[in-house]
């Protein structure tokens, strides 16, 4: 097959092209509000993805309904992480689906996440020409807003990757967001008036976020204006339009006309694709560009709108393309502001756009526009004009940018370059009114002026100059891309270039090509080569050169050059743009695959990464005697291939890797399962498997960061990975991660070990049993267990009650042949008649054959509150070893003592611990399997790896009611690493639970205050509303005395005033249910003074922490007096009380100062069924106060 860049294909979310100003920093210490976001892919599988301190993020996935058997890999690279279906890459790899559907930072950044959308907006791209459905011609597609709850299948069942109703490709819709007194004449634009130039007569389309028909700057200018939005109107409540078309042609009538676009006599027609917070979608776009090119009468389209990468042929591109060519419209769009190299979006990456970059007023290139060359090496952008710090029309009611007065705001980007651009189009058009896209393009693009110090890449032909390209009677062809050339083409890559003379007299030029290797070694004498050097252009008419490279002079790399034609007196009147890449051959690789049983293997990923993302390609193998072709350039790879044997009832998931894969001649690749050596995890106690195995590998090498991984379910009992030789380029580490616990039952036939598994619904087994076997339909069962079998999973389940009803005391599922066996268990909801445990089918024969003799006692073991458990993460630097044994020991190691309060109600909570590697941005895993069952009140030994793994844990007092989801509430702690041999006890849910102030901080005028509403005696924090409890929540913010907000918590951040202040930050909690026994209310007060700060400083507020020491289900002793604790560090003073009625009455205690604000008090408790409130008040030596009931707190045994 046809090796297809990944990214040549895929399209982008669009962003207004406006750069914005730096936002705040954030913080350190734990995420505010703990963020979450659930995506639900067009699959039908929910990511969930919740954000951590420091940047960290927890992934997890719910398989959609019918596709709980279906594996996910998943991507990091440059922070956003895509999760792929296994049964997604065949369509993926072959073009068929836009990635952008799997890139979940990309759909939520763009809104598309579950709580901002309850559709997915697609792209149908349609095989055949006039398809009825198309509505979107100019691409050959429609538009369809796909129900979340029913999302549609697109694509065929099994087999060959093939999508139905006869699609091309299905695209995600994606969200296009909004992105002069100087800067005008910079380009020359006075000097076109001063001819009689000013754009008079030329109709510009401007796509974006509507117009401010009232500002004085436009007023009269709009003919035409079309909303595509869901908003009422055209109208800008955004900013950003009204910003542009002024730049185009705006009359500065507001400020006595110093602020003039670029061509004030241009008429404006208004498309309005954008809504009034700034974003749209594609296909909202597509049809504004339809409008404008085909009915509006638009000459010139400008766009400051784009989105990522491509290679030209997205749909918006591709609609550029064919738009132009139909009516000979010129789109002017910017480039973008990635500020990198291949970075030029879409729509400017189409051919025939003029695609703007920016520079700054002293044509010094800015640094976020957008270099090229375009993904398949083609040249862009085109031109580059001013976009730093552009003054232009503030449309009524917006805050947009930096504004100047009521009438102008300041703004950066290129989407304030391509204005500019917009308007000499226009200028040029009212002189030349017969000329075309391309004749326009031509003219400005070669008369542009040539910035030094700066590549064809980065500016095109150069900085826009208007008189120039207005007055100069010769032009020349704009620019010639001449692709990609490996070693060994044959031919002579080049093209023609024509230069017209539009004057009244002849022209004699004189040629010069200039052709530099942007990555290496300068090209050879004579590499490029002209037909002629000397050329005279006749008045009205045209003289082409054909310009020839001789690819042999090259060496490997990027070239790009001018060929400049000058006059008699050696003046520079026009250049062409010229570019080509060279490198290595292309070469063939062909992979097949060998199970561990020496059978043909199918593969669901290979996966090879090369020097740029511009050389990867994804693969699979469907069918076990094919196997996948796939041509690449020459050069260095990481290889991996996933080879999971799910069809085994002990399945064994292997990865085949190769860091450097050096293909530098045709390949035949043997992906050899059986060369893959399985994982050793030693553990001085058994272990099961209680969650999944995840297995990550992460490579650096040159300007690549990537992070690959796959979840394993917990059926998959080995993880095999092939060995390695040490990288000799970068870094490569290879983890995996564990979650394993003490089993919850273990059995023994005589004296054999058997692997048994409780099913989901399976009663509890307590202590030690011995069951006489007995077959399921043997007539006597009576205190045995009974043995039966299935042929197919879950088939059981409607014999138990037979087997209940004979007496049997338990029943033990032998599986199908080939088939895993598992469930995760579960302590609630409907249960079996007896207990039932799982066994796989070749460990079952026996249990089978002796169950049939009417023979064997089976001893079973039930340990269901999981007393130990290991959390590990395996890690292997530089290469895979010949044998990955990983002990578990002191020396890589930590012991967490951990004790989980009882909280009330049900006496079962949740857990979950998330595990970083140091490169790692997303901790990965498949949701029904991360959410661990916790029994409460539970005391448990917690191993966990130590190092540089950073660990962080997720604990909820209750059972939630999605069994397979994300936890949801609860309290975490902040993400920390272990040193080895350490040993750290944890109480979870402890008292007192309170609100606390964490690291809040004033910047400025703004005080962003961090107070969770749930913080345990440990330090661990949650917030009110996420646990399914009955919380309640209210605040209020005082200033000198004065009511200034009412909001519903302290978390988030208030606008102040400069000036020295009191504040009070009041905030008061309840949380009533039955699975909350105490801190069942709150109320809490921070008083002190605070005035503008520079820079962020931390706010003066006081805190109180309590140490009790109540036992796991959160009592002390009545019999003896208790010592309580109280710590107050920043205080002069502190003041305590207890109430045993609910604060109706209180007492105070006596505190002993033991210094560095710890105070402590003797307790001796009577008898309460309310439990023992409590009041603290403490001051500070400049005034600062703090005051915080809690009621409840605790209670009396």
């Known amino acids: 097959m046809r090796w297809i860049p990944r990214l040549a294909a895929a399209g982008v979310g669009l962003a207004m092209l406006a750069v914005p100003v730096p936002a705040q920093a954030a913080e350190p210490g734990p995420a505010q509000g703990g963020e979450l976001h659930r995506v639900t892919l067009i699959t039908g599988d929910v990511v969930t993805v919740q954000e951590f301190a420091g940047g960290k993020r927890a992934a997890t996935v719910e398989p959609g309904k019918g596709r709980e058997a279906v594996r996910f890999f998943t991507k990091e690279e440059n922070g956003d992480l895509v999760i792929t279906p296994a049964d997604m890459v065949p369509y993926l790899s072959r073009g068929l689906m836009d990635e952008r559907l799997f890139s979940v930072g990309e759909l939520i950044e763009q809104g598309y996440d579950d709580e901002s959308s309850d559709v997915l907006p697609l792209i149908l791209a349609y095989k055949d020409r006039g398809a009825e459905a198309v509505t979107l011609h100019s691409v050959n597609a429609r538009a369809m807003r796909a129900d979340k709850d029913a999302l549609p299948t697109l694509w065929g069942d099994g087999g060959e990757p093939k999508l139905r109703d006869g699609l091309a490709k299905v695209w995600l819709d994606g969200k296009v967001s909004a992105s002069l007194e100087h800067s005008v004449p910079q380009v020359g634009a006075p000097q076109a008036w001063q001819d009689g130039y000013d754009g008079k007569g030329v109709k510009v389309a401007v796509l974006d976020t509507g117009i401010d028909e009232t500002h004085p700057d436009v007023a009269g200018k709009i003919t035409q204006a079309r909303n595509f939005t869901a908003d009422p109107s055209a109208k800008d409540e955004h900013g950003h339009g009204t910003h542009v078309a002024a730049t185009v042609a705006g009359t500065g009538a507001g400020s006595n006309g110093l602020r003039k676009g670029v061509a004030p006599g241009a008429e404006l027609l208004i498309g309005k694709v954008l809504d009034s917070r700034g974003s749209g979608s594609e296909s909202q776009v597509l049809a504004g560009m339809e409008w404008a090119a085909q009915e509006s009468g638009a000459d010139i389209i400008s766009m400051s709108l784009g989105g990522g990468a491509t290679d030209g042929t997205d749909p918006l591109s591709v609609a550029v393309d064919t738009l132009t060519e139909q009516t000979g419209t010129l789109f002017v769009i910017a480039a973008g502001n990635e500020g990198d190299a291949y970075t030029v979006g879409s729509?400017?990456?189409?051919?025939?756009?003029?695609?703007?970059?920016?520079?700054?007023?002293?044509?010094?290139?800015?640094?976020?526009?957008?270099?090229?060359?375009?993904?398949?090496?083609?040249?862009?952008?085109?031109?580059?004009?001013?976009?730093?710090?552009?003054?232009?029309?503030?449309?009524?009611?917006?805050?947009?940018?930096?504004?100047?007065?009521?009438?102008?705001?300041?703004?950066?980007?290129?989407?304030?370059?391509?204005?500019?651009?917009?308007?000499?189009?226009?200028?040029?058009?009212?002189?030349?009114?017969?000329w075309e896209a391309g004749r326009l393009k031509d003219a400005l693009v070669s008369t542009a002026k040539t910035i030094a110090g700066q590549t064809p890449f980065e500016q095109g032909g150069g900085r826009l100059d208007v008189p120039r390209a207005l007055r100069q009677a010769v032009t020349a062809t704009a620019s010639i891309s001449m692709g990609v050339h490996e070693d060994g083409d044959t031919g002579t890559p080049g093209g023609t270039i024509t230069y017209t003379n539009s004057g009244e007299s002849a022209v004699t030029l004189t040629l010069a090509p200039v052709l530099t290797n942007l990555d290496g070694t300068t090209p050879g004498e004579g590499a490029v080569t002209l037909s002629a050097t000397t050329l005279t252009v006749e008045p009205g008419a045209s003289a082409t050169a054909r310009l020839s490279v001789d690819l042999a002079k090259l060496n490997h790399g990027r070239h790009a050059g001018y060929v400049t034609a000058t006059t008699a007196d050696g003046a520079a009147v026009a250049h062409t743009t010229i570019a080509l890449t060279r490198r290595g051959k292309t070469r063939t690789v062909h992979f097949t695959g060998v199970e561990r049983d020496g059978n043909a293997a199918r593969v669901p990923l290979i996966a090879l990464y090369g020097a740029s993302s511009l050389d990867d390609a994804y693969g699979y193998i469907l069918k076990e005697n094919e196997g996948w072709t796939v041509e690449v350039p020459e050069g260095t790879y990481h290889m991996q291939a996933i080879m999971g044997e799910t069809h085994d009832e002990l399945p064994v998931d292997s990865l085949v890797v190769v860091p450097e894969l050096r293909v530098d001649k045709d390949l035949e690749v043997v992906l050899d399962a059986r060369t893959a050596v399985p994982i050793e995890i030693r553990t001085s106690q058994p272990v099961a498997q209680d969650g999944i195995a995840t297995y990550f590998t992460h490579r650096e090498y040159g300007n690549r960061k990537i992070s690959l991984g796959a979840m394993n379910f917990p059926s998959v009992e080995q993880l095999a990975v092939t060995p390695t030789k040490p990288v000799t380029n970068g870094t490569f580490e290879f983890a995996s991660r564990w979650q394993l616990a003490a089993p919850r039952v273990t059995a023994k036939l005589e004296r054999d070990d058997l692997v048994v598994r409780p099913t989901i619904r399976s009663p509890r087994i307590e202590g030690t049993k011995r069951w006489p076997l007995a077959e399921g339909t043997a007539g006597k069962l009576k205190g045995k267990a009974a043995v039966i079998t299935s042929e197919s999973f879950g088939d059981w389940t409607g014999k138990l009650d037979a087997l209940a009803a004979a007496g049997a005391a338990a029943a033990v599922v032998v599986g199908p042949d080939g088939r895993a066996m598992w469930q995760p268990w579960q302590p609630t909801g409907d249960r079996d008649p007896l207990p039932t445990l799982m066994i796989t089918h070749d460990r079952g024969q026996e249990l089978l054959k002796q169950a049939r003799a009417g023979r064997g006692t089976l001893e079973v073991k039930g340990a269901f509150d999981t007393p130990y458990l290991y959390e590990v993460m395996q890690v292997a630097q530089g290469r895979v070893p010949e044998r990955i044994v990983h002990e578990v020991n002191w020396r890589n190691t930590a012991l967490v003592s951990s004790g989980y309060h009882e909280s009330g109600g049900e006496r079962y909570g949740k857990d979950q611990r998330f595990g970083w590697r140091p490169w790692q941005g997303y901790d990965l895993g498949l949701q029904m399997e991360t959410q661990r069952i916790v029994p409460t009140p539970l005391s448990r030994a917690e191993y966990v790896s130590s190092g540089d793994t950073q660990w962080q844990h997720v604990v909820q007092h209750m059972l939630t009611w999605e069994s397979s989801s994300r936890l949801r509430g609860g309290v975490t702690d902040a993400p920390r690493s272990y040193r080895a041999g350490e040993v750290v006890k944890e109480n979870w849910f402890g008292p007192v639970v309170r609100p606390a102030a964490l690291e809040s901080t004033r910047t400025g005028d703004v005080l962003s205050l961090h107070v969770p509403e749930f913080v345990d005696r440990n330090g661990h924090y949650g917030y009110s509303g996420g646990s399914g409890d009955k919380d309640t929540s209210t605040a209020r913010i005082l200033r000198d005395g004065q009511l200034v907000e009412e909001r519903a918590n302290l978390r988030g951040t208030f606008e102040t005033v400069a000036q020295n202040a009191e504040y009070r930050l009041e905030l008061a909690t309840t949380r009533t249910s039955e699975e909350w026994r105490y801190a069942t209310a709150t109320q809490s007060a921070w008083t002190f003074r605070s005035a503008r700060t520079e820079g962020a400083k931390a706010l003066p507020l006081l805190g109180v922490d309590y140490d009790v020491p109540a036992d796991l289900e959160g009592r002390v002793h009545r019999t003896l007096p208790v010592p309580i604790g109280f710590t107050a560090r920043q205080a002069r003073k502190l003041t305590a009380e207890l109430s045993y009625d609910d604060g109706k009455s209180w007492h105070r205690l006596a505190l002993v100062p033991l210094g560095q604000g710890r105070y402590t008090t003797l307790v001796a408790h009577r008898a309460t069924s309310a439990g023992v409130s409590l009041r603290v008040t403490a001051t500070g030596a400049s005034g600062e106060k703090f005051e915080q009931t809690v009621t409840r707190a605790y209670g009396v045994k």
Do not use: W
Request: aromatic fraction near 4%.
């Open 347 to 434: 729509p400017g990456a189409a051919s025939s756009a003029l695609t703007v970059g920016a520079v700054d007023g002293n044509d010094a290139l800015a640094s976020f526009s957008s270099r090229g060359p375009r993904l398949d090496e083609a040249i862009k952008p085109d031109i580059t004009a001013p976009g730093v710090g552009i003054t232009a029309a503030r449309a009524a009611g917006t805050g947009l940018g930096t504004p100047v007065d009521d009438f102008y705001t300041k703004l950066n980007g290129t989407s304030m370059a391509t204005p500019h651009v917009a308007g000499a189009a226009a200028i040029l058009a009212q002189r030349h009114p017969d």
